[in-house]
């Protein structure tokens, strides 16, 4: 039938994307040689001056590693990845203490002006002495620690947050200057032999963040990192650690961007987080790093191991993702419920167009009393793409009266792309409740041309009803972080068109 | 003024409109008439450019222009509206941003400003108010989980926020209670004057007791075949399209 071809046609013209933030920054780099043996990961770690046991640590990682063999069972499609092919440092040369922003790189200013980073912030980051002092007024201020390519570059807002005692740094720093912290948690969600990608991270890992809410204390401003990934065939491990203590809360952020490459860029994260009794962790990540051409060339591996463990009584771990970005989505944010009365969220957005592929989900293991879990997963196929949701419920036989609510939606949007749901559900508990929905459905021609009557076009009709049906999961972000990720999700289904 | 001559039209290869003329000069309420299969709905699609509905011959002006070259929301930025006679359901978005998108869209197009969150609210809660429709059907997903009656209404209250000059509604009257019928007619009737006109799509009379057309037009088979004032509709009422037929 004309009329449903030709629909198919224009909303295949419109979801064909174009990557705007794909530049380069040319920063001189210093690299460690191509390659990944135990003497890269001594380099690594003497490099960060680190001490004895968490090389020990690495060394340990690195010789699990080597017997490990890469996961199969994700619904994603790769050529091999030579890991002997990439080099496992980059760090950007620094100079001491320039004293205003006319002493930065002035690539590195451009990439900040490109990543839409305000001047403020863009003077902390870079070092500028004396910076950082004044909170932005008006609005919720925002503490940015930009991972740039392995090495943070500077820590902002550093001074307000130590008055509460709350530490955050990156990881090297708090390996330097809070030791006992991190010898106590790191690993210890994710351990270093979970699986291949956490095995390669913890021998490899340049840096990360690391944060530590004390006692009781409400971080009083949403912590955000920006992560990025520079350099040619660098691999980026990043690490990241963080501790609520009791009665504590705290909001992170994590957005990425990535440069354009023709070259498939390994990145494989861990991320770990630990709630004592009564702490709350909102975790948000915005995720659009390249996702290759609309050919499917290029593109990021995105291969991520994270999870929070809510090790104390009614303490909560929330993960809400988009998923934008990334040739290849590997993903997992899992939650542990340990405590009684812990409570575990997962809200995922996850498009994939073009030839993108994404295999995300979560697990969630009820081990104490009366936990709580509750999973809301929107995925988006279009072009070529294939969106796989796949979940794990586990209720263990102590986990009495636990409840699990799963709702998993899907939108196709052409007729070349896939989408699919595994959920796995393991009950041991009698009296535990576990509930899954699943739909599945389509842009309808009739909601397109409705949209346009009223003077709408085609993306901006598109944007509207893939945002209608991402809303769910919208609404658990930041503000500030909402708005961007709403114009992110235009962006990755926006076209030719107009 | 829409003006449309021996315009021809098919859907799937088969030919729905075989030759209308029909003019509706601005300032005028206009009512087309006619049975099942006569090829209404297909003139509102076709004039509002919907996919599938191909334009074989003839032509189409609004206020001068040809509308049957734009694209639909071009159309929709010329002045042309179509109160759906199935309003669609858009889960999740918000009728309040979706009402804002599309008055924004039409504003950018006519070079005017963008309305914010709260200029939007304010205008929305007057044009509500003269339609005596709740505030909460701003909050709620566009058309879902909305009656027959808040559909129809919710197309009246697009209509008189967007200001069309050229509206047409596609059996606005179809599953209305008396009341519901007499707030669309109010909306409509509210909206006469020397910018405005409409083109009102309807099987029954009763629709014509309370937005009195200027012309009356009878479409069956695809053609006008017949056009008089106000009493054609009570005519036709009372003694069914089989006599305007057998009069043609």
Request: proline share 4%; glycine share 10%.
């Amino acid at each position: 039938m004309p009329a449903v071809t030709e629909t198919i046609e224009t909303v295949q013209s419109v979801t064909e994307s174009t990557y705007k933030w794909g530049f380069e920054t040319d920063i001189e780099m210093e690299f460690a040689p191509k390659g990944l043996n135990e003497e890269i990961v001594r380099f690594i770690s003497a490099k960060k001056n680190e001490p004895d046991w968490l090389l020990e640590w690495r060394l340990r990682a690195f010789a699990a590693w080597k017997t490990m063999e890469e996961p199969r069972w994700a619904a994603v499609k790769y050529p091999p990845i030579d890991y002997q092919d990439a080099h496992y440092y980059a760090a950007p040369k620094t100079k001491p203490g320039p004293k205003s922003l006319d002493e930065v790189d002035p690539e590195l200013l451009k990439t900040y002006a490109k990543l839409g980073i305000p001047l403020r912030e863009q003077e902390i980051l870079a070092g500028v002495e004396g910076a950082g002092s004044v909170p932005a007024e008006g609005r919720m201020p925002v503490a940015v620690d930009a991972v740039f390519d392995s090495v943070s570059v500077a820590t902002s807002y550093k001074e307000r947050l130590g008055k509460e005692g709350i530490i955050f740094c990156s990881i090297s720093e708090a390996v330097q200057e809070h030791p006992e912290l991190v010898k106590k948690y790191l690993g210890t969600v994710v351990p270093q032999a979970d699986n291949f990608f956490a095995a390669l991270n913890s021998a490899v890992f340049t840096d990360g963040s690391f944060v530590y809410i004390p006692k009781g204390v409400r971080c009083p401003m949403e912590l955000s990192t920006y992560f990025r990934i520079n350099a040619k065939s660098t691999g980026q491990f990043e690490r990241t650690l963080i501790i609520a203590d009791e009665g504590s809360y705290v909001s992170y952020l994590e957005g990425c961007t990535a440069p354009m490459r023709d070259e498939n860029q390994l990145h494989a994260a861990v991320v770990e987080l630990v709630a004592l009794d009564d702490a709350t962790i909102k975790y948000s990540t915005v995720q659009n790093w390249y996702p290759g051409d609309a050919e499917g060339k290029g593109g990021i591996y995105n291969f991520v191991t994270k999870r929070g463990a809510c090790r104390g009584a009614r303490s909560k771990i929330s993960w809400t993702q988009v998923e934008t970005g990334s040739a290849i989505t590997w993903k997992y944010p899992s939650c542990i419920l340990q405590g009684e009365d812990s409570v575990g969220e997962f809200y995922s957005v996850a498009i994939t167009n073009n030839y993108q592929q994404a295999d995300t989900g979560t697990k969630m293991f009820h081990i104490g009393p009366r936990t709580k879990s509750t999973i809301v997963s929107k995925g988006i196929s279009a072009g070529h793409g294939q969106n796989t949701y796949r979940g794990l419920v586990r209720i263990g036989a102590k986990a009495k009266g636990a409840r699990n609510f799963t709702q998993c939606d899907s939108l196709l949007i052409g007729d070349l792309c896939g989408a699919h749901t595994v959920p796995y559900i393991e009950n041991r508990c009698v009296s535990a409740k576990v509930e899954h929905e699943a739909t599945t459905s389509r842009i309808a021609e009739d909601q397109l041309f409705y949209c346009r009557q009223r003077g709408l076009t085609q993306e901006e009709a598109v944007g509207l009803i893939v945002n209608g049906f991402c809303r769910e999961v919208l609404k658990e972000l930041p503000m500030e972080f909402a708005v961007e990720a709403q114009k992110l999700l235009q962006i990755s289904l926006e076209g030719s068109v107009g | 003024m829409l003006r449309i001559e021996g315009l021809t039209a098919e859907i799937d290869g088969k030919e729905i409109l075989k030759g209308i003329d029909l003019e509706v000069p601005t300032g005028e309420v206009h009512a087309i008439m006619g049975p099942n299969g006569s090829g209404k709905s297909t003139l509102s699609y076709v004039l509002s450019g919907r996919e599938g509905y191909e334009v074989t011959g003839g032509s189409a002006t609004l206020n001068g222009v040809d509308v049957l070259a734009m694209e639909p929301e071009e159309r929709a930025a010329a002045g042309l509206f179509l109160a759906f006679q199935y309003p669609v359901e858009l889960p999740g978005v918000g009728n309040a941003t979706f009402l804002r998108t599309a008055l924004n869209a039409l504003r950018r197009a006519k070079g005017e400003s963008e309305l914010d969150a709260m200029q939007f609210l304010k205008l929305a809660r007057e044009r509500m108010k003269a339609l005596s429709m709740p505030e909460d059907m701003l909050k709620r997903g566009v058309n879902v989980g909305f009656s027959g009656g808040e559909k129809k209404r919710n197309e009246i209250l697009q209509m008189a926020l967007l200001q069309p000059s050229m509206a047409i509604l596609d059996e606005t009257d179809s599953g209305l209670d008396i009341d519901a019928l007499k707030i669309v007619a109010d909306g409509v009737n509210a909206m006469r004057g020397p910018g405005f006109s409409a083109l009102v799509i309807t099987h029954y009379q009763r629709l014509l007791d309370y937005i009195v057309p200027d012309r009356v037009h009878v479409l069956m088979q695809g053609r006008i075949v017949k056009s008089g004032g106000p009493e054609l509709a009570k005519e036709l009422e009372a003694q069914g399209y089989a006599s305007v037929q057998a009069a043609a």
